[in-house]
Every structure is written in structure tokens, then in C-alpha cells.
């Protein structure tokens, strides 16, 4: 306190004598005279500016003598860490200026100047745990691996920095591929920090990708009881991770343990469709139809699927067309305006042979959701209505350029999977795959509308282009006075397209 004081008083004067020696100048046209005793000098204008700085850096000078001076009395007054301390303040003040400047450094993307700091400020601070942070993460932005590395080796020797260090060679060896180090790396920095959100992540991905999907359970266990994933979010997932344990568990053979699993995940999640479809099939091996109709009902409730259609049908394989019609009420009753509904309905009065039912039960699905799968029904009840074969040609030809409708598409990376999988082919990211419409974009065939022209055209040997056009024109205008359902279906938006119906 009383040092600041005699400072500023000191700059007062300092700033004083300037303005009186200004003054001098001013009055004695460029030059000042000093009287010291009897002595006088005059000076020059320059000589009086070297005078003034030579004075300044005289004062600085004992400043810090001065600063010495109050800590060498202190010290001799029996405060034995004065002068280390006013030597340590010194340190300290440059080691975080240093330590600053590193982190500026780091910010405005000045990788090398930040480790020039940094290993300053370690000089003088001896603070490895504030340092290393900052020369490791200049040292990844620098794309230098080896000095990272060892700078996240070095984070590894204290408590505070451990996890850092661990996830910081865990990202590493994940860029290099070596994912069985990875997910020992990602093991350890899920057990010092289990609320971390993103190490979860990682490690559930890892765990997911192996296969290992026992231990993915119990990250995500722990996970929730972290708090770094809400419940009902962390339920749906077990449930995913339980089928996937449950299927694992069918391929080894011991089919009443998997059984009970894929019937656990079911209960878990009854709208996931693979795991209702896998529970149903365990009770169909029980003989337990009753079990399997009601898993497979629940599910449908909450979204048709055919996947559920085709399980259900399995529960009584010998059935006749017209049996299958009656039992399936149970399904087809609940989501009456449902295109899936629809297109089940149209499939069951296909398969009975009354095609002006299965017509009926399509209503306007040929002309709202044109997908190949209405459209080549279709083409199948104007063959069971003896339609001439032009038309039915037309149906089908339209079929081939039309949208696939809804699949199992990656939220993320949009990629469309033949099959249900709790991880993404394509971009691995875990419970992504909805049952929805892909985007018009991702899946085009290529001359698909040529192929369309050829079947419509004359069948027989390689067809006239124009011809074919023509032809084509005309089976449109006689089938569908104009309108074509299949121009329309190309119009789709890609927002309209990418609408999810419902996850799944
Ligand atoms: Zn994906």
C-alpha cells in the first residue's frame, strides 16, 4: 500500500519536473541552465532530452533498488522470504505475461509463437499443468503429432490434467486408426469423468463397432446415471444395444438365452420395429402365437411396418388368403388412412384375388404417394382385372422412375440401409436409422427414364426412340387423361422427401 503510494507521488513529481523543464526550455530559447552549487550549465535542446531520458532511466533504476532495498530491510527484520519473494513476483508477473500472450497466440491461430510463450512461461511460472495445455493444443493445431503427443504424456503425471491427456492421445489414435488402443484409452477417460458427454460417445461408438455390446451397455448405464444422457433417450438406446446383444447371442446358438434378451429389448422399447420382429419370432419358437400377435400388434399401433406385416404373416404360415384377410383385421384396423395400412390391405385382396377390393383399399395412393411399390400393385390388380397389356406396361413403367418410398435411412449422412443395423454403414454413427423417405437426390437410377420409354414401347426388338416417346405419350394420355402421377412424383421437394414419418 505504501509502496504504491510513494509510486504514484513519484510519478507526480517526475511528471512536475518535466513540465518545469519544458518551460525552461521554452524561456531560454531551446536550452536550459542548471545551477548545482556555485556551478551552472547550459544546454542544449538535444543535450536537455538526453539529460531528461538519462534521468528517467536513472529514476527506473532506483526504483528497483529501491524495491530491493525495502525487501533486503524486511528480510533483516526477520522476514526470511522477503527478497525471494521479490524476486518470485517478478517471475511470476513476466511467467503470465508470457503465459498471456500464449493464449492470444493460440486464439488468433499463431501456433508456433503460442509454444514459443508457453515454454517462456514454463520458465518462469514452473506451472507444467497451465503450459502443457496451451504448447499441446498449439502442437495439434500445428499438426505437429510428435510433440503433442509427448506434451499429452507429460498431462498424464498430474491429477488435474489426466483426463485431458487421456482424451487427447485417445483423439489421436482414433485419427490413426488404431481403435483397439483407442477404446482402452477411451475406457480410462470414461472412468475419471463419466458425465463427459463426448468421451461417452466415443466410447459407446467403439464398444458398438466391436461388436462388444454388453460393455456398450453399461457405458450407457453408467451414462444415464450421469446425467450425460436423459432417461428415456438412454432407455430407447439400451433397448437398441439389448437387441443387438440379443441377435449376437441367437448366432452363438444358445437360442433361450436369446430368447429372453430379444424379448427384454422388446419391453424396453416396443415401437423399435427390429425388436418387436426378433421378440415375435422367439415367441413363435415357444409356440407362444398369442405373445407374438400382441408384440406385433403394439408396434404397428405405433407405426406400420411391412417388416411387422411379414412377421405377423409368419404366426400362421398355412392359413388361406381369405383366413389371413380376417386375422390381419387385428393390424389393418388401426391406421386406416396409413399408406403402409393401405398398400397391406391392397396386398392381402391381391393375394385372395378380389382385385377391385385391392383397388379400392389403395384409393388415391396411386396419385398422391406414387412409390414403386403402389404403383407395381397397381400394375398387378390391372392384371387381375385383364386390363390390356399396355396399360399394365404403363403402371410398371412408371414404377421404375418412381420414389422407392420410405427406408431405412441414416439421419446424418442420409445414406438408405437395405437392412435395420444400430449403427450406420456409412458414417458409424450409433441409433441413427429412421424408416423414412430417402431424398429424391440420393437415390436416382441412372437411365431409369429410358428404361421406363422401353417398356412402354414396342417390346419386340431394340425400339425407336421417337417412336417410343410417342407411344409412351399416348398409353399416358389413354390411362390417366393427362395427368401423370409419375411427373408429379419428381416434383417432390427434397424437404417434403426428407420428412421423417417417425423415428425409428
Ligand atoms: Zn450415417
Redesign the pocket.
Known amino acids: 500500500m505504501l509502496w504504491s503510494l510513494f509510486k504514484i507521488i513519484l510519478f507526480v513529481v517526475l511528471i512536475g519536473a518535466a513540465t518545469v523543464g519544458a518551460t525552461y526550455m521554452l524561456e531560454t530559447d531551446g536550452g536550459i541552465r542548471v545551477d548545482i552549487g556555485t556551478q551552472e550549465y547550459n544546454l542544449g535542446a538535444l543535450q536537455a532530452v538526453i539529460a531528461l531520458i538519462v534521468l528517467v532511466v536513472a529514476l527506473w533504476i532506483l526504483l528497483k533498488l529501491a524495491g530491493l532495498i525495502v525487501a533486503t530491510i524486511r528480510f533483516l527484520n526477520g522476514d526470511e522470504t522477503a527478497i525471494s519473494r521479490h524476486f518470485d513476483r517478478n517471475r511470476e508477473r513476466k511467467g503470465y505475461e508470457a503465459l498471456a500472450d500464449g493464449m492470444m497466440a493460440l486464439a488468433s491461430g499463431e501456433e508456433r509463437t503460442a509454444i514459443t510463450k508457453a515454454a517462456r512461461a514454463e520458465r518462469y511460472l514452473r506451472r507444467p499443468e497451465l503450459t502443457n495445455l496451451i504448447t499441446a493444443q498449439a502442437a495439434e493445431m500445428a499438426g505437429d503429432r510428435k510433440k503433442a503427443t509427448e506434451v499429452y504424456k507429460r498431462l498424464l503425471a498430474d491429477e488435474r490434467t489426466r483426463f485431458v491427456g487421456v482424451r487427447g492421445l485417445m483423439k489421436q489414435k482414433l485419427e490413426e486408426g488404431d481403435t483397439d488402443t483407442a477404446m482402452k484409452l477411451a475406457e480410462k477417460a470414461f472412468a475419471l469423468k463419466p458425465q463427459h458427454a463426448e468421451t461417452g460417445d466415443v466410447l459407446l461408438a467403439l464398444q458398438a463397432t466391436q461388436n462388444d455390446w454388453h460393455g456398450a451397455r453399461e457405458t450407457l448405464g453408467k451414462k444415464v446415471k450421469h446425467g450425460a444422457l436423459p432417461k428415456d433417450v438412454g432407455k430407447r438406446r439400451d433397448a437398441v444395444l439389448a437387441l443387438q446383444e440379443a441377435k449376437g447371442i441367437f448366432q452363438d446358438g444358445n437360442s433361450i438365452r436369446a430368447r429372453e434378451a430379444a424379448i427384454e429389448a422388446n419391453k424396453l422399447s416396443p415401437d423399435l420395429i427390429p425388436g418387436s420382429v426378433l421378440a415375435a419370432r422367439s415367441y413363435l419358437e415357444q409356440d407362444n402365437k398369442r405373445y407374438a400377435a400382441r408384440v406385433l400388434t403394439k408396434t404397428w399401433k405405433v407405426q406400420p411396418h411391412p417388416d411387422i406385416a411379414e412377421a405377423f404373416a409368419e404366426i400362421e404360415p398355412d392359413e388361406t388368403p381369405e383366413q389371413r384377410l380376417k386375422r390381419f383385421k387385428a393390424l389393418t384396423k388401426e391406421h386406416p388412412d396409413h399408406p403402409e395400412n393401405k398398400m397391406l390391405l391392397a396386398e392381402l385382396h391381391i393375394a385372395a384375388e378380389q382385385f377391385d377390393k385391392a383397388r379400392e383399399a389403395l384409393g388415391d395412393l396411386p396419385t398422391t404417394k406414387p412409390t414403386q411399390r403402389v404403383l407395381t400393385l397397381m400394375a398387378a390388380i390391372e392384371r387381375g382385372l385383364e386390363a390390356p397389356d399396355s396399360e399394365i406396361r404403363a403402371w410398371l413403367a412408371k414404377a421404375v422412375v418412381a420414389p422407392r418410398g420410405p427406408q431405412w435411412v441414416?439421419d446424418?449422412?442420409h445414406?438408405v440401409h437395405a437392412d435395420w443395423g444400430p449403427v450406420?454403414e456409412?458414417?458409424g454413427?450409433f441409433d441413427?436409422l429412421s424408416w423414412t423417405e430417402p431424398r429424391e437426390t440420393d437415390m436416382k437410377m441412372p437411365g431409369g427414364t429410358r428404361m421406363d420409354a422401353l417398356l412402354v414401347g414396342a417390346p419386340d426388338i431394340a425400339p425407336d426412340r421417337e417412336m417410343v416417346a410417342e407411344a409412351r405419350a399416348e398409353d399416358h394420355e389413354a390411362l390417366v387423361g393427362g395427368s401423370d402421377p409419375a411427373d408429379e412424383a419428381v416434383d417432390v421437394t427434397p424437404a417434403e422427401a426428407t420428412e421423417t414419418e417417425s423415428k425409428n
Open positions: 441414416c446424418k449422412c445414406t450406420c456409412n458414417c454413427a441413427t
